[in-house]
C-alpha cells in the first residue's frame, strides 16, 4: 500500500493531497495542467520536502514530519521517469542503462539488463547516442535505466507529454507489458484520459492544488469530479468485462459485463482475460421500445436509475445494465418525447465501434 497525506504551501499556490492506493499497479494522477501533480510526486520521490504530512511505502515510512523522517532520496530506491527522458548525452543507450544498474547497488535483482533490453525494445539501439534517438525511444531508454536501479516504487511524470501521438502509441504497449508482467507499483501522471483508461487500476483526481477523489477508475468515470475535468466529450462510463468470444477477422470481441453480453472494437485480448473499455456519453441512444433494422450491434434492456441536468445544458440519464451503470446525454427534447422518468425500462444502444480506443486489456481472468 502506498499511502500518502502531504501538504505544501506557497504563496501563489497551496497542494494538500491524502490517498491510500493499492499496491502493486499502476496509479494514475489525473487532472489539468498547473493542478499540482508533479509537485505530488516529487514529495513521494523526496525530492521536495512537505511542510507538514507523511509518505508510507507498504512497511517502511519515507515522510513523516511529526517524527522528524525524511529518508533522501537517493535512498528511497525509486526510479523517476520525467516528462523529458534526462539522459546523459555522452553515453551510448547501453551506457545510460548501466548507469541505473550501478545505482541499484545491492538491491534485490527483479529485473536484468537483457531482460530489461528484451522487454523495451532496445537491442538494436545500444550503441546510439541520445540525440540519435526518436521522442519515443528515449523515454524507452529512460524507462529502462528507471527499472535498472531495481525500484520499489516507479513514478512516471507525464512520460509521453513530450512526443507526438505516433511516438505515444509505441511507448504505451511498453507500459502495459510491465504493467502485466511485474510486480513492480507505478505512479503515473498524466492530463490525458486516454492514457489513464489504459494503464491505470487506481486514479486519483487532482484540482487546483485539492485532491478532489481516488479510487478504482470505473467508480471515478461516474463522478461530477471527473467529469468536470475531462470536459462533455469524454464524459462516460468505464466498464471491466471479462472476453467470451472473439472475431478476430473483424476485430471485435463479446464481453461479459454484469449479467449481459456486449459487442466491441478490440484486437489482441484472448478467451478470458479482462477488458476495460469506456462508453461514452455522447454514444447511447436510448429507446422506448425494442428496434429492429439498425447497425447497432448493443441494444441492453435496461433501467433508467438517475436523470439531472449536466452543465453543458442537456440531460445526463443513468442507466442500469444488468448490474453495471451506463451513462447517456441526451437533449431536453428528446427526454420529453421520451417522457422519461428514473425506473422506466428502455433499450440501451451502442454501436461496437464506439468503444474504438477504449478497449484495454487489464489482466488474466481470475489473477
Do not use: C
Not at 47 to 53: C, I, K, N
Not at 346 to 352: E, F, H, I
Request: hydrophobic content about 45%; overall charge positive.
Amino acid at each position: 500500500m502506498l499511502k500518502v497525506a502531504v501538504v505544501r504551501k506557497r504563496p501563489e499556490f497551496t497542494l494538500e493531497a491524502s490517498f491510500a492506493a493499492p499496491t502493486p499497479g499502476i496509479t494514475a494522477v489525473f487532472g489539468r495542467s498547473g493542478s499540482g501533480k508533479t509537485t505530488l510526486v516529487n514529495m513521494i520521490s523526496g525530492l521536495l520536502a512537505p511542510d507538514a504530512g507523511e509518505v508510507r511505502l507498504d512497511d517502511e515510512v519515507l515522510t513523516d514530519s511529526r517524527a522528524g523522517i525524511a529518508v533522501p532520496a537517493e535512498r528511497r530506491r525509486i526510479g523517476y521517469v520525467f516528462q523529458d527522458a534526462r539522459l546523459f548525452p555522452h553515453l551510448t543507450v547501453a551506457g545510460n542503462l548501466r548507469y541505473g544498474e550501478k545505482r541499484a547497488r545491492a538491491a534485490p535483482q527483479v529485473i536484468g539488463f537483457d531482460e530489461v533490453v528484451s522487454l523495451l525494445g532496445l537491442a538494436q539501439l545500444l550503441e546510439r547516442r541520445p540525440r540519435q534517438l526518436s521522442g519515443g525511444e528515449r523515454q524507452r531508454v529512460s524507462l529502462g535505466r528507471a527499472l535498472l536501479s531495481q525500484p520499489r516504487l516507479l513514478l512516471l511524470d507525464e512520460p509521453l507529454a513530450s512526443i507526438d501521438a505516433a511516438r505515444r502509441e509505441e511507448v504505451l504497449p511498453y507500459l502495459e507489458t510491465l504493467r502485466d508482467r511485474f510486480a513492480i507499483p507505478m505512479v503515473y501522471v498524466s492530463h490525458q484520459f486516454d492514457e489513464v483508461l489504459r494503464l491505470a487500476t487506481h486514479l486519483v483526481l487532482l484540482d487546483g492544488g485539492r485532491m478532489l477523489a481516488e479510487g478504482p477508475v470505473s467508480e471515478l468515470s461516474l463522478r461530477p469530479e471527473l467529469q468536470s475535468i475531462v470536459g462533455p466529450d469524454l464524459v462516460g462510463a468505464v466498464l471491466e468485462g471479462v472476453v467470451t468470444r472473439v472475431d478476430p477477422e473483424h476485430g471485435s470481441a463479446d464481453l461479459t459485463v454484469g449479467r449481459g453480453t456486449v459487442q466491441v472494437s478490440v484486437r489482441g485480448a484472448p478467451v478470458g482475460s479482462r477488458v476495460r473499455l469506456q462508453i461514452l456519453a455522447r454514444d447511447v441512444i436510448l429507446a422506448a421500445q425494442p428496434v429492429q433494422g439498425l447497425s447497432v450491434r448493443n441494444a441492453i434492456a435496461s433501467t433508467v436509475t438517475a436523470i439531472s441536468n449536466d452543465d453543458y445544458g442537456q440531460v445526463l440519464v443513468r442507466l442500469d445494465v444488468g448490474g453495471e451503470t451506463v451513462l447517456a446525454r441526451i437533449t431536453h427534447h428528446a427526454q420529453k418525447a421520451l417522457n422519461l422518468r428514473a425506473g422506466d425500462a428502455v433499450w440501451t444502444l451502442v454501436k461496437a465501434v464506439s468503444t474504438r480506443g477504449h478497449a484495454f486489456r487489464i489482466t488474466p481472468a481470475g489473477v
